[in-house]
């Protein structure tokens, strides 16, 4: 991999085509890479997020699920291959839980926001949401696992978990969702 990675600029793409990790080549459109670019750009928001302050359980949960995203880019780039499982979606079930227990109930919607970290991680919450929209739609077409799609639904949820919790480790509150706020003229 080390030689590999060496050469950062190949050309091979300059005709509009990529490579696939089993050596065969698609364009830069298709589906599949837009699906996998979907889950890179998802892994760098948590990346983004990763640069604020928050408590360390939930930055180690944020790392482990960085190498879980690229283990899920990996999955994509070669078809038929699984590297996603039950083992991580129990695992993310587990944080929703761990970290809900933390919270209040909700009686309102809540709008994304509060602190600056719960905010990147609703954004994260979201740029998630499309990424599983995206497998759904590869998995009409071509060869997709099950868990990759269940591994993205249960991380949305996690996504909106985490930033109620970080705004609680904050010390801040949800923003509450107003239903006809805006109605009544203020």
């Known amino acids: 991999m080390g030689n590999r990675l060496s050469k950062i600029v190949t050309r091979t793409g300059d005709a509009g085509t990529t490579g696939l990790g089993d050596g065969s080549r698609v364009a830069k459109d298709s589906l599949r890479i837009e699906t996998m670019g979907q889950v890179d750009e998802l892994n760098s928001v948590i990346g983004l997020l990763l640069t604020e302050d928050m408590p360390d359980a939930i930055r180690q949960a944020l790392t482990r699920i960085q190498h879980d995203l690229f283990d899920l880019g990996g999955e994509l780039c070669i078809p038929g291959v699984s590297m996603i499982g039950e083992a991580q979606i129990t695992r993310l079930e587990a944080l929703v839980e761990q970290f809900n227990d933390d ?84």
């Open 103 to 186: 919270l209040s109930p909700l009686k309102d919607f809540i709008l994304p926001g509060g602190t600056r970290a719960a905010a990147f991680a609703h954004l994260a919450r979201t740029v998630c949401r499309r990424a599983e929209r995206q497998i759904v739609h590869l998995a009409a077409t071509e060869q997709v696992s099950d868990f990759a799609r269940k591994y993205l639904n249960r991380l949305s949820d996690l996504m909106f978990v985490l930033g109620r919790a970080l705004n609680k480790a904050a010390g801040s509150s949800d923003v509450l969702w107003v239903q006809g706020r805006n109605r009544s003229g203020d």
